[in-house]
């Protein structure tokens, strides 16, 4: 269907893991959408595809050059991340909307090559970065935004859990560089402060392999320059006993098990404090008795919030983006922002120095300076 009408959408899913079935479910759920077609080489991807009765090919090339009935208004790539440029790529090539999941690329110089086709040719594409789509993000990201806070000062970020020794023996590559939570998990909170406070100016990082003593990093501590003179510190770690991380306390995917009560976020302000994922809110203001200081009693209050699941959201907003009724909510040049404060983490702890995101990539312009869609 092309844009502005009104039958089902047809979407190809590229990549048939975990990931990309949890797409086809959704898929298979929505009034909006059809699977068209399976993309994967894995020869179990074949079988996959005959039980749903969709089409199966092996390569995006192979899809595109197919028959009619199975080529897709959009695609989501769900493949390995080496993979996401050269599919986003291939989907540029033929016109084809696609959602890329996050992250945008596994490397600097792959993302940026993606921006510039696009610069060149622009296609609507999406960055899976689902959590843009929570409720209790923008919820909080709105409050942040209208001054609830004042002048945002200090922001306290953890992304701290236990992954169990199963983890690691069903894929022995998260033991070795490249398989650590810097590149695994950072990427989800790089995105998630930065779409909440802003832009990132300077990150200064350490990183230990001290519990599990594997090649690869097992806890990072970082402290954060954002633009805006706001400075924060974050502490990441896939070897403690925490409740502190996005998954533990958002609700967002029963998968884990949820502590309600605790907070993975806290944003502090001149006028007020707000805890993320609770949403609880501390400030002085017209409720709040005597001089604003530290012995007036606080304000103290919850924001409303809107339960979504992220993937469905985010699911909706692609048809909307391949219709052409929106815009992505988050570009590819949006999405390399995140990619970079990750890179900055890496080449911080590699040097010992702190590092600003812009000596990276200095031609890829900081997000506030583009028309960024409104959220």
């Given amino acids: 269907m092309k844009p502005g009408g009104t039958a089902t959408l047809g979407i190809a899913v590229a990549g048939a893991g975990v990931i990309g079935r949890r797409h086809i479910e959704l898929i298979q759920a929505s009034a909006r959408t059809r699977?068209?077609?399976?993309?994967?080489?894995?020869?179990?991807?074949?079988?996959?595809?005959?039980?749903?009765?969709?089409?199966?090919?092996?390569?995006?090339?192979?899809?595109?050059?197919?028959?009619?009935?199975?080529?897709?208004?959009?695609?989501?790539?769900?493949?390995?991340?080496?993979?996401?440029?050269?599919?986003?790529?291939?989907?540029?090539?033929?016109?084809?909307?696609?959602?890329?999941?996050k992250p945008v690329a596994d490397s600097l110089e792959a993302g940026l090559q993606l921006a510039n086709a696009l610069a060149k040719r622009p296609v609507p594409m999406l960055v899976g970065h689902h959590r843009r789509h929570s409720g209790t993000l923008r919820a909080?990201?709105?409050?942040?935004?209208?001054?609830?806070?004042?002048?945002?000062?200090?922001?306290?970020?953890?992304?701290?859990?236990?992954?169990?020794?199963?983890?690691?023996?069903?894929?022995?590559?998260?033991?070795?560089?490249?398989?650590?939570?810097?590149?695994?998990n950072l990427i989800h909170e790089m995105d998630n402060l930065r779409y909440l406070c802003g832009e990132l100016e300077s990150v200064h990082a350490l990183a230990s392999n001290a519990v599990r003593r594997f090649e690869v990093e097992d806890t990072a501590v970082m402290t954060l320059k954002f633009a805006s003179g706001a400075l924060g510190t974050f502490t990441l770690s896939d070897t403690v006993a925490s409740p502190r991380s996005w998954e533990q306390t958002s609700?967002?995917?029963?998968?884990?098990?949820?502590?309600?009560?605790?907070?993975?976020?806290?944003?502090?302000?001149?006028?007020?404090?707000?805890?993320?994922p609770t949403l609880h809110t501390w400030t002085h203001g017209p409720e709040s008795a005597g001089e604003p200081g530290w012995m007036t009693p606080f304000a103290e209050n919850a924001l409303a919030v809107e339960a979504v699941d992220p993937l469905q959201a985010q699911l909706d907003h692609f048809?909307?983006?391949?219709?052409?009724?929106?815009?992505?909510?988050?570009?590819?040049?949006?999405?390399?922002?995140?990619?970079?404060?990750?890179?900055?983490?890496?080449?911080?702890?590699?040097?010992?120095?702190?590092?600003?995101?812009?000596d990276l990539a200095p031609n890829l312009l900081p997000i506030d300076t583009q028309e960024r869609p409104a959220s």
């Avoid at 909307?320 to 702890?349: C, F, H, M, N, Y």
């Fill in 35 to 101: 699977l068209c077609a399976v993309v994967d080489p894995q020869p179990v991807s074949r079988e996959f595809a005959a039980g749903l009765r969709v089409p199966h090919f092996e390569s995006l090339e192979a899809l595109f050059a197919g028959p009619a009935a199975a080529q897709p208004d959009g695609v989501i790539l769900a493949t390995p991340n080496p993979l996401h440029v050269p599919g986003a790529l291939a989907c540029a090539r033929q016109g084809v909307p696609a959602l890329i999941e």
């Fill in 140 to 184: 909080a990201r709105h409050a942040i935004a209208s001054g609830t806070l004042g002048r945002v000062v200090t922001v306290t970020g953890s992304a701290q859990f236990y992954k169990p020794a199963s983890y690691f023996s069903q894929g022995a590559w998260r033991t070795q560089a490249g398989g650590g939570p810097i590149l695994i």
């Fill in 251 to 276: 609700g967002e995917n029963t998968a884990y098990a949820r502590y309600a009560s605790q907070d993975c976020y806290f944003i502090a302000g001149t006028q007020g404090s707000l805890a993320v």
């Fill in 319 to 358: 048809c909307d983006l391949v219709e052409g009724k929106a815009g992505p909510i988050i570009t590819v040049t949006d999405a390399l922002q995140s990619l970079l404060a990750v890179e900055a983490v890496r080449r911080s702890i590699a040097t010992g120095r702190t590092i600003a995101l812009q």
